[in-house]
């Protein structure tokens, strides 16, 4: 059975430490398959070249927004409220704040869990939001 490598490159620094070593080797010494994420390919002209395909995701927008969100509300044990202004509240600073990334979502999700349980809450607020984001190293915001 073949092994399948993934990698999620979320900054350029890890790209530079760990990337232009390890992976080149690892393509050429063993030929394993791997698929990267969160990479511009075009910067980076020895990779591209090894390339066999590549996917450009857009951000998530409107429904497709709101249907991710509700899911994630839902493994939380949460359930998103429309009509609640706490969760339009909350749903209007993630997507100000991931600007439709579904990877950067998952990220800042996986924070709010985490405030969420240590603080004893079962309400995603405004402030959880932003204290999920202040634990993240992400672009200007």
Request: no cysteine; proline share 2%; hydrophobic share 45%.
């Amino acid at each position: 059975m073949a092994r399948k490598l993934g990698i999620d490159v979320l900054s350029t620094v890890t790209l530079r430490l760990y990337f232009r070593s390890s992976v080149r080797r690892l393509a050429r010494t063993r030929r394993t398959p791997f698929w990267l994420s969160g990479i511009n390919l075009s910067r980076y002209p020895q990779l591209y070249s090894r390339v066999g395909f590549a996917h450009h995701y857009r951000p998530l927008q409107g429904d497709e927004l709101t249907f991710v969100l509700t899911r994630h509300w839902r493994r939380l044990g949460l359930a998103l409220d429309d009509a609640d202004f706490t969760d339009a509240q909350a749903v209007a600073s993630i997507a100000r704040i991931t600007s439709g990334n579904f990877r950067l979502l998952h990220r800042l999700f996986v924070q709010i869990g985490r405030i969420l349980k240590i603080n004893g809450l079962s309400v995603i607020t405004d402030d959880v939001v932003e204290a999920a984001r202040s634990t993240l190293v992400i672009g200007a915001t």
